[in-house]
């Protein structure tokens, strides 16, 4: 290694919390039933001054590092609890201040138990997308997903699922999906699919060395999401896009992708809380207390101030912010060490292997035989951008 400071590569991607509370209490929250309770000392809304603030800010981020495309995510809590036409104004507002010829992709993450006819219809002439979190596409998928008063959320977030299907498929995202290793994974893949979304995104759940998560041992999460790979590899991947199984691929093929969790592209995400703060990305908030603090806010600092965080420096590092373990091993290019906040060890920082090591080395072993099998009934078959052996 050489020692260089690498370069900082710019944020596309801004995560704005719209609404700091939830209409929901998740029994499995990280955000308000774990270690970091931050959010009880901030303002429930983004006000209007935060918001100016904040399009300003990424306008002159995008101005000075000449980008042409930036992500607006509208976050929470629940982020409708601001109303459709706060999101759809402040959507506007970035668009407005952004450079010429940068275009912003708005999308909010919902729990989808408040869509409904009017506010999407609000969220469409808008142009923001929407992707809604569940467990699964039943109710007992989402039992888990209750209210304030213990009630099941599963009604009304289907209702809203499905008006969002059936009326305004031009403004579906997709549904985000945490794995849960207890539920049948080919059903639940099915289950999400009657949902008929776009695009899918299923998530290992936050847990690190010292607060593990459930069901940790015996590489369940790994076969888990080997089992839906297999569903959705045999189905010809015509049924929706599913951007951890395509992320793997392109990587194994050596070719370029972006995500959090896989390989080893630098970070480029922010977020900014209901008060201005610039914090890092909420998963950190599963690990420690304070663990996503930067001490920046948009009214005193620019995103090229976070750009020179060392939180933000660490994500971007790739290799290098690696434990000596992962820089070792065979999988390094496709695998990248795993979701950062997984790697955590209290008293050791984030140099570690991840937590799902051994689940993501099932995972990523099962892709590259698919994809070598079957490419070599078709022909030869492609290197995997990994040699065999080595580390296990």
């Known amino acids: 290694m050489s020692g260089e400071t690498p370069v900082p590569v710019p944020f596309r991607q801004f995560v704005v919390k719209m609404h700091g509370r939830c209409n929901l209490a998740c029994t499995y929250c990280y955000l308000y039933e774990g270690p970091d309770q931050g959010w009880r000392t901030r303002p429930a809304t983004a006000s209007a001054e935060v918001l100016e603030r904040v399009a300003a800010r990424m306008g002159e981020h995008a101005r000075t590092h000449g980008l042409k495309d930036i992500s607006l995510v509208l976050h929470g809590g629940e982020p409708l609890l601001a109303g459709a036409d706060t999101l759809a104004g402040f959507s506007a507002l970035v668009a407005e201040r952004a450079p010429a010829g940068c275009r912003v992709h708005t999308t909010v993450q919902t729990n989808g138990t408040l869509l409904a006819e009017e506010n999407l219809g609000e969220l469409a002439r808008a142009g923001v997308r929407v992707g809604i979190s569940l467990d699964g596409g039943t109710a007992a998928h989402n039992a888990r997903r209750v209210d304030h008063a213990g009630r099941p959320s599963w009604p009304a977030a289907a209702r809203g699922a499905r008006l969002l299907a059936e009326r305004f498929p031009q403004s579906y995202a997709g549904i985000l999906a945490v794995v849960d290793p207890v539920l049948d994974p080919v059903e639940t893949y ?12 299923l998530l290992l759940p936050h847990g690190n060395w010292t ?12 076969s888990w999401l080997c089992a839906v790979f297999d569903r959705w590899w045999t189905a010809g991947r015509r049924e929706t896009r599913v951007r951890l199984f395509e992320e793997c691929l392109a990587l194994l093929l050596g070719l370029p992708t972006a995500t959090e969790s896989l390989g080893l592209r630098p ?13 890092l990305v909420d998963s950190l908030k599963s690990a420690y207390p304070g663990a996503a603090h930067t001490g920046l806010d948009v009214f005193r600092h620019g995103f090229d101030d976070a750009l020179r965080h060392p939180g933000v420096v660490a994500r971007q590092a790739g290799a290098a912010a690696l434990a000596d373990q ?23 920082g984030f140099r570690n292997p991840s937590v799902y090591c051994a689940d ?24 995997p951008a990994f040699r065999e052996g080595g580390a296990p």
């Open 326 to 348: 992962c820089r070792a091993c065979p999988l390094l290019e496709t695998c990248g060490g795993g979701h950062y906040v997984h790697r955590y060890r209290a008293g050791h």
């Open 190 to 201: 099915e289950s999400l699919l009657a949902l008929r979304p776009p695009a899918l995104d």
């Open 211 to 222: 607060a593990p998560p459930p069901h940790l041992a015996g590489v369940r999460h790994g």
């Open 267 to 279: 970070f480029d995400a922010i977020v900014v809380e209901t008060d201005g703060s610039i914090e």
């Open 360 to 383: 993501l080395q099932r995972f990523i072993r099962h892709v590259a035989r698919r994809l070598a099998e079957d490419a070599a009934g078709a022909g030869p078959a492609p290197e």
